[in-house]
């Protein structure tokens, strides 16, 4: 169960990630070249 937990959560905040930077890249380009 704790496993699952985990596994859930770190799949989830790997997703929020994933998304937030494609978003950050999007709206603000030059944050990523610097």
């Known amino acids: 169960m704790r ?8 799949t989830l905040f790997e997703r929020l990630k994933l998304a937030g930077e ?7 380009p030059s944050t990523k070249s610097t």
């Open 3 to 10: 496993t699952q937990l985990a596994s859930k959560t770190k």
């Open 22 to 28: 494609s978003t950050v890249s999007l709206e603000q």
